[in-house]
């Protein structure tokens, strides 16, 4: 009987860590995700026309994926205007450590606006001047520092020891930059907006999402879902990449796929079936990426939004992840991109903040 009640609670343990991990945004594992057995296809997203990105990167053991989207975003905005530049994502994570550590629990998860907000606050280095030389993981190093949150020094040792010593400057192209100087170079206030599509809230007005990660209860515009798709499909065509936040815990997202798509019975996707999904908690906030462009696989003529994850270059697209386009519709819970393409696609008096 013992022996039965150890099974138990064995399985038990394993299944709530299998939830756990299908519900956070950190990469899956490589063991229960392998790509080995892949059906590969001559379909590949890359020869399609997308957007410019700078290298894939891999946000490892951490729940930082918002902070690595919206760097990419701007990554992208500024590559797609012809200039070249890699900012630090490394830098937000620490600098969002750093302003946690007087917690006695530190999350690190966190919505699009937070990552603006830090942008803003903390400046932006570049990815030359400051990245980690080696893998951290900052769930560890969290629970190190919080444990350390009634002395500082120790908590300085103990970030400068895990993710080395920040520099005063970045250097591109021969100029000195601060961290604000870069930051202003590449964002200007109010440059983004977000949008959401629920109907417990009115359209047209902006409502504090109620999700989980949205802990500072930053506000949202929420539009019907044909206007939020408008959007996308808008600032995409005047190359501009949109921030994608959104479910990736359920049975149709695939990373060793490299796709997601609806299941059959949830078609066709509508705002009412949206809504449902989002009550019922089988839409919810798991991660984010960004929309670099569009696709068409030319054997199943089916449309997919391309993807720049931030779960390194496995899986089959060496990093890209292809979203059906009615997966886009039902499991989105926000985008963020520039404002002026929603002021036009919405009209300027319904996007103002």
């Avoid at 919505?111 to 280095?125: C, K, N, S, V």
């Avoid at 908590?155 to 591109?172: K, T, V």
């Avoid at 109907?199 to 409502?207: A, E, L, N, S, V």
């Avoid at 515009?221 to 959007?231: F, G, H, S, T, Y």
């Amino acid at each position: 009987m013992h022996y039965l009640c150890i099974v138990k609670t064995t399985v038990r343990t394993l299944i709530l860590s299998l939830v756990i991990l299908l519900t956070c945004c950190t990469r899956p594992s490589r063991t229960t995700h392998s790509t080995s057995n892949v059906q590969r296809s001559t379909f590949n997203p890359q020869r399609s026309n997308l957007l410019p990105i700078t290298p894939i990167k891999d946000q490892g053991a951490s729940d930082f994926c918002w902070i690595y989207a919206i760097v990419a975003t701007l990554e992208t905005e500024h590559l797609a205007q012809g200039d070249s530049v890699e900012l630090s994502s490394d830098y937000l994570c620490r600098m969002f450590l750093e302003e946690q550590s007087s917690q006695k629990r530190i999350s690190l998860r966190g919505t699009m606006p937070m990552a603006l907000r830090l942008l803003e606050q903390y400046g932006a280095i570049s990815h030359q001047a400051y990245h980690l030389r080696r893998p951290v993981n900052w769930r560890v190093l969290s629970r190190k520092v919080s444990r350390a949150r009634n002395h500082p020094q120790r908590i300085g040792q103990l970030i400068d020891d895990a993710l080395g010593f920040l520099p005063r400057f970045s250097f591109i192209y021969g100029c000195e930059y601060t961290t604000h100087q870069l930051m202003r170079s590449m964002l200007e206030p109010d440059e983004y907006d977000c949008l959401t599509s629920f109907t417990h809230h009115p359209f047209g007005q902006r409502f504090a999402l109620e999700v989980p990660d949205n802990r500072e209860a930053d506000t949202f515009l929420n539009v019907p879902i044909d206007r939020l798709m408008a959007v996308v499909d808008t600032a995409l065509a005047r190359r501009h990449p949109v921030c994608w936040e959104g479910d990736t815990s359920e049975p149709g997202f695939h990373w060793s796929q490299g796709r997601a798509d609806v299941q059959s019975s949830e078609r066709p996707v509508s705002q009412q079936s949206r809504q449902q999904a989002f009550e019922r908690r089988r839409t919810t906030d798991d991660h984010c990426m960004v929309i670099i462009g569009q696709t068409t696989d030319p054997t199943t003529r089916q449309r997919y939004y391309v993807c720049k994850n931030s779960w390194g270059k496995t899986a089959p697209f060496g990093g890209l992840m292809l979203l059906s386009e009615d997966y886009v519709r039902l499991k989105t819970i926000a985008i963020c991109t520039q404002s002026e393409v929603i002021s036009q696609v919405l009209g300027r008096k319904n996007a103002l903040r």
